[in-house]
């Protein structure tokens, strides 16, 4: 299989096999896969929260029930100066 990566992500790859953080391309991509398997394993509700709206977000966060009015304002005429 042939990848093709950004030049900021090969630069990212190169650094971390000189730093001997990983032993390989394959070790570091089978170390991001198990990582991100774990991190969905431990809050398996995370991935469904990316398609949320920013009002749902906020509803559903720590700011609920903080005053905020999220509702949208009805797009009301301006006052023109002539």
Not at 13 to 20: D, T
Not at 30 to 39: I, P, Q, T
């Amino acid at each position: 299989m042939a990848l093709q990566l950004r030049p900021e992500t090969e630069r990212l790859v190169e650094q971390e096999l000189s730093q001997g953080h990983f032993g390989s391309v394959d070790e570091m991509i089978l170390e991001g896969v198990h990582s991100r398997r774990n991190k969905e394993q431990s809050n398996p509700t995370a991935h469904r929260t990316r398609n949320k709206s920013l009002a749902q977000f906020l509803m559903e966060s720590p700011l609920r029930g903080s005053g905020l009015n999220l509702e949208r304002q009805k797009d009301l005429p301006r006052p023109i100066d002539l």
